[in-house]
């Protein structure tokens, strides 16, 4: 691949608009000087400082895409009839991400995720404790028919999809085969961040997971190239993908492209004789990517929604598969330089890419 032909490339991903599905939530940090030991209780107190918002789950990865398209993203998923619903509207809101299609359901809290921290002046500020709020169970049959008629709304004014599945309860097995079919029927490109139950999203035209969770749904180790290519021989033929992008931490990643489904795309899928020269292609190809300033790692949380955003806009803008990893890879290696959940943005992926001897 040609540094300088990625480089021309990357305005277009300004131009897609990407539809998120999955499970939203909010991290609220909130910071305070140490003051002294509770008279009520063995406690610290903390004079309050400040309080942040962080998008995070399924919201980081349309923040991502927002921060680099300009705002071309919409929701869907759910949230309760509580204080941090309506924070979480706000603040997706804020970072241009549309919410006309989010669901409330006054049975549920909103996911969010409270991480107290505290400082004094003779120590960095630390993380004393964390607070969950969140409903792990599936949604109701009542609020799953309402998400499903919002993914068919939606879906045809999106050129691409991104199932985020953190296993809060949003993605139930009948909002997940809605979501495959809408993007199917309307001929939309439609990618999952998942990390198990693999086998619910079969037939998406990727995935996005980690070597470690590869490993535990496939039942072996990837220890040399031989058993990398059989990885992705064994996600493309299970789950029927057209590519699979596996991250590998400072290994980088590896992508598979499934040739005898992106060739079947490019023909007459009804012609009998394609179908039987497709089908007879068992083996994907395999391309690599090294991990960009690996030597820069200060926190790798959120990296693989900024992936799975940035991976999906560059195949939405026409892009090759390759060139959609490289993407992906850089908008990683930028976001994993500051602590919790980031974003990126066309300027900065220019600059890193430019400092980039080679690929």
Avoid: W
Wanted: charged share 25%; aromatic share 4%.
């Amino acid at each position: 691949m040609e540094k300088s032909q990625i480089l021309k490339n990357l305005d277009k991903l300004n131009t897609p608009k990407i539809l998120v599905i999955g499970d939203f939530a909010i991290d609220e940090m909130v910071f305070g000087q140490t003051e002294r030991i509770s008279r009520e209780a063995p406690v610290l107190i903390l004079q309050h400082s400040e309080t942040k918002i962080i998008l995070g789950t399924a919201s980081n990865a349309a923040n991502n895409i927002s921060s680099i398209n300009g705002g071309k993203v919409g929701a869907i998923g759910v949230l309760g009839d509580d204080y941090y619903g309506g924070v979480l509207i706000k603040t997706l809101n804020e970072h241009k991400i549309n919410t006309d299609f989010m669901v409330v359901d006054k049975t549920r809290k909103t996911t969010t995720k409270t991480r107290i921290s505290g400082s004094c002046s003779q120590s960095i500020t630390q993380q004393i404790v964390r607070i969950d709020r969140q409903t792990k169970e599936p949604i109701s049959p009542e609020i799953e028919a309402k998400i499903i008629e919002n993914i068919e709304r939606a879906v045809p004014m999106y050129d691409g999809v991104i199932l985020s599945d953190y296993h809060l309860g949003c993605l139930t097995e009948n909002v997940i085969r809605a979501a495959i079919s809408a993007a199917k029927k309307h001929g939309k490109i439609i990618v999952a961040d998942i990390q198990k139950d693999m086998e619910k999203y079969k037939g998406v035209t990727a995935i996005t997971p980690n070597q470690p969770d590869t490993e535990k749904f496939l039942g072996y180790f990837i220890k040399d190239e031989e058993t990398l290519k059989r990885a992705g021989a064994d996600l493309s033929r299970k789950l029927d993908l057209e590519y699979t992008l596996i991250t590998r931490g400072e290994k980088g990643m590896v992508l598979f492209e499934n040739t005898a489904k992106t060739d079947m795309k490019a023909k007459d899928a009804a012609n009998e004789a394609c179908r039987a020269e497709c089908e007879a292609k068992s083996e994907p190809l395999m391309a690599t990517v090294p991990a960009f300033n690996k030597k820069e790692v200060f926190d790798v949380t959120g990296a693989g929604d900024t992936v799975v955003a940035a991976f999906t806009l560059a195949l939405c803008a026409k892009m090759s598969a390759k060139e959609a990893m490289v993407i992906g890879n850089l908008a990683a290696s930028i976001v994993i330089r500051q602590f919790g959940c980031h974003t990126t943005n066309l300027e900065e992926l220019k600059t890193e890419l430019n400092n980039i001897k080679e690929i």
